[in-house]
């Protein structure tokens, strides 16, 4: 039962940085405006999440606006030091953030936006929907005929080695996230690694010149001027990007040969209950941990904004044919930095200006 109805200017989906960035500038406007947040607590989209976890961006990459991360330039953070920020920072601005709030439903109704959050219902003349493209897990369909007594697990729900079974592991897909879970279980059990390898970065993060040279030139200037909607480049790029593998970032190949990590080829299927490989080898494991991505998860948005794809349409965040509509957050927004924390505060500054405009 819908207890009362609340009625804001603007209504903010989702509490993340892309949110809590798009806040900051309601905010700065005077804006009428609430965040609605699923999470209990501000920060949770970092905090759960693997243990071992830090952000491939340092910390002079990693401050939303108005507010710097408190620690060295130069330093990559954990994930939870990454959680804590968002929630200094929402505290610290005062941003009007609602947790435990997940949204049931997005619609339109005699020209005003419906949200439904549970039993609460919100009307509003604009929605920002700042998240990212990756909010329901993905897993094969051939994982529900797989031996029920083998422990599996999805990304999002591995924190630690504590949670496996005894006996070997097996890590479905090989990018980021696949190969450093695998980093991070290889020396406590056996652990293979299924998927194609997607490239790497030619250089190590960690190292000085790294931080003090090349990141700044690729996140500073590439990612952010170079690879946008506004250059030739940048619109030939933005289709592969959308549905692509990125390549590894802090990992390198050889860190998984290193750590014996088995690499073998994409699993394909079921075999007697055990993962089938695309060679025809069956493995006989306790563990599969699947690192398969996410499906963008917008399906209780009720309102014909989507592509065949299922890509949202719009023009740097702005939806043209459902006006108060706007998007933060999601991968090539406006270029390749807008799905990173040093690009949220351009496209929510511009997204924020647009409703300034329309109200």
């Not at 700042?130 to 897993?139: K, R, T």
């Not at 931080?211 to 990141?215: C, D």
């Given at each position: 039962m819908i207890k009362q109805i609340h009625h804001y200017d603007t209504i903010v989906i989702g509490g993340g940085q892309a949110g809590l960035g798009t806040g900051y500038y309601l905010k700065q406007h005077g804006n009428n405006f609430v965040i609605l947040d699923a999470n209990q607590r501000i920060g949770d989209v970092w905090r759960n999440r693997w243990d071992s976890l830090r952000l491939f961006t340092p910390n002079r990459y990693n401050a939303l606006p108005g507010m710097p991360?408190?620690?060295?330039?130069?330093?990559f953070p954990t994930k939870?030091?990454?959680?804590?920020?968002?929630?200094?920072?929402?505290?610290?601005?005062?941003?009007?953030?609602?947790?435990?709030?997940?949204?049931?439903?997005?619609?339109?109704?005699?020209?005003?936006?419906?949200?439904t959050a549970g039993d609460e219902r919100y009307e509003a003349d604009n929605v920002v929907v700042?998240?990212?493209?990756?909010?329901?897990?993905?897993?094969p369909e051939f994982a529900t005929q797989l031996n029920?007594?083998?422990?599996?697990?999805?990304?999002?729900?591995?924190?630690?080695p504590s949670q496996l079974q005894d006996g070997d592991v097996l890590i479905v897909?090989?990018?980021?996230?696949?190969?450093?879970i695998a980093l991070d279980i290889a020396d406590k059990r056996r652990t293979w690694l299924s998927g194609q390898y997607p490239g790497h970065i030619p250089f190590r993060i960690d190292r000085l010149v790294a931080?003090?040279?090349?990141?700044p030139f690729v996140l500073g200037f590439i990612f952010y001027h170079v690879m946008h909607v506004k250059t030739p480049i940048g619109r030939r790029v933005r289709p592969k990007r959308l549905h692509g593998t990125a390549p590894l970032v802090r990992t390198k190949p050889s860190d998984v040969t290193a750590a014996g990590v088995e690499q073998v080829p994409r699993t394909v299927g079921v075999g007697d209950g055990l993962p089938l490989l695309e060679d025809g080898r069956l493995l006989d494991v306790a563990n599969i941990i699947?690192?398969?991505?996410?499906?963008?998860?917008?399906?209780?948005?009720?309102?014909?904004?989507?592509?065949?794809?299922?890509?949202p349409m719009h023009e740097r965040g702005i939806v043209h044919n459902e006006p108060g509509l706007y998007f933060v957050g999601l991968h090539f927004l406006t270029s390749i930095s807008s799905a990173q924390i040093n690009g949220i505060a351009r496209d929510a500054k511009y997204v924020v200006q647009a409703i300034t405009s329309r109200n």
């Open positions: 991360f408190p620690a060295p330039a130069h330093t939870d030091e990454m959680g804590d920020y968002l929630e200094t920072y929402a505290r610290r601005f005062d941003l009007p953030v609602q947790t435990s709030s997940r949204v049931d439903s997005l619609s339109k109704h005699n020209g005003r936006f419906n949200v700042a998240m990212a493209n990756y909010q329901c897990p993905a897993v029920p007594a083998i422990r599996q697990l999805h990304s999002s729900e591995y924190r630690n897909g090989a990018g980021n996230s696949g190969v450093e931080r003090f040279l090349l990141i699947w690192c398969t991505g996410f499906h963008p998860g917008f399906s209780w948005i009720d309102l014909p904004v989507f592509d065949e794809q299922g890509d």
